[in-house]
């Protein structure tokens, strides 16, 4: 009897524990959406004024020829932080539409090949301003996935950005591959590198290493983080490779989809 006992009231308070547990993951989850609602609101709040600001700032540095030296230097520093404060407020609204769970991939079938040409094509007139050589290596003819093209086409524009800023002007080679279950893109430099402990760090959001690395303009230090959410939403995987003084080569797997398309919603079963 007094097992009995013992074990109900052991069950009593386990109860209690988990209901209290319950209640204190529903408030975190509340926060954690307090937050994210914080996030987009805020950041869309400053896009109205930040337009305002940059159609001004547009008119000075268009006019800067005109003006005596100093003044004309100024509006160029106006001119290149307005542009840097769009890019983090669209990273920031697009971070916080993964983490609101609304981004909708729009997938449709799409020539690998043809799309890694395309993202060299658009960085070709950075990698000439810093003497790189961008050079591709792909298989011949098609290779499909099923994929949305202006994301994936993103990563490759991130990859490639911070292998040619990180290159030290040393040749940047994408190449794309495949095997029966994965296509891999991957994006390879021979520049900076990074020891072990920054490459673990490299997808964290606003994870930049060591500032003292001089920069001219840089990025959000958000790059990264949504190219994992991007790759992690079709079902894919992002690796890092980096060894100081080496070089770094970033890779994108994707599902091969080739034969059909991975949905998320349940199929219809046959009857
Ligand atoms: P951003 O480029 O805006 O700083 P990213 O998320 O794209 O943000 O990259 C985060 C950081 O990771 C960079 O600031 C840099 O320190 C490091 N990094 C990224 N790619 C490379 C690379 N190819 N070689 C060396 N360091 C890199």
């Not at 003044?71 to 990273?91: C, G, K, P, S």
């Not at 990563?155 to 190449?175: D, M, R, T, W």
């Not at 797997?253 to 949905?263: F, K, N, Y």
Request: aromatic share 4%; with cysteine.
């Amino acid at each position: 009897e007094k097992g009995e006992d013992v074990i109900a009231t052991l069950a009593r308070s386990f109860n209690g524990m988990a209901d209290s547990l319950q209640s204190q993951i529903k408030e975190l989850a509340e926060l954690s959406r307090v937050q994210q609602r914080f996030v987009s609101d805020v950041s869309h709040e400053l896009r109205t004024p930040l337009t305002t600001i940059r159609l001004a700032g547009d008119v000075l540095y268009d006019q800067r020829g005109s003006f005596p030296a100093s003044t004309a230097r100024t509006a160029e520093l106006l001119h290149a932080q307005v542009q840097r404060f769009e890019l983090l407020l669209n990273d920031l609204l697009e971070i916080s539409r993964y983490d609101a769970g609304s981004v909708q991939l729009e997938t449709e079938p799409t020539n690998l090949v043809h799309l890694a040409e395309d993202a060299i094509d658009g960085m070709r007139t950075l990698a000439e301003s810093k003497g790189t050589d961008l050079r591709l290596v792909a298989p011949g003819g098609h290779l499909d996935a099923e994929v949305d093209p202006r994301r994936i086409r993103r990563i490759l524009h991130n990859l490639i950005g911070n292998a040619i800023e990180h290159g030290e002007g040393k040749p940047v080679v994408v190449s794309v591959d495949s095997d029966q279950s994965a296509v891999a893109l991957a994006v390879r430099d021979y520049g900076l590198g990074m020891s072990d402990a920054d490459a673990q760090r490299v997808f964290d959001r606003f994870w930049r290493a060591d500032p003292s690395r001089k920069r001219t303009i840089g990025g959000t230090g958000l790059g990264l983080a949504i190219s994992l959410e991007d790759a992690t939403a079709h079902g894919g995987h992002l690796e890092v490779w980096s060894m100081p003084g080496k070089g770094s080569c970033f890779r994108l797997t994707l599902p091969r989809t080739e034969r059909g398309r991975i949905t998320s919603s349940p199929l219809p079963l046959p009857p």
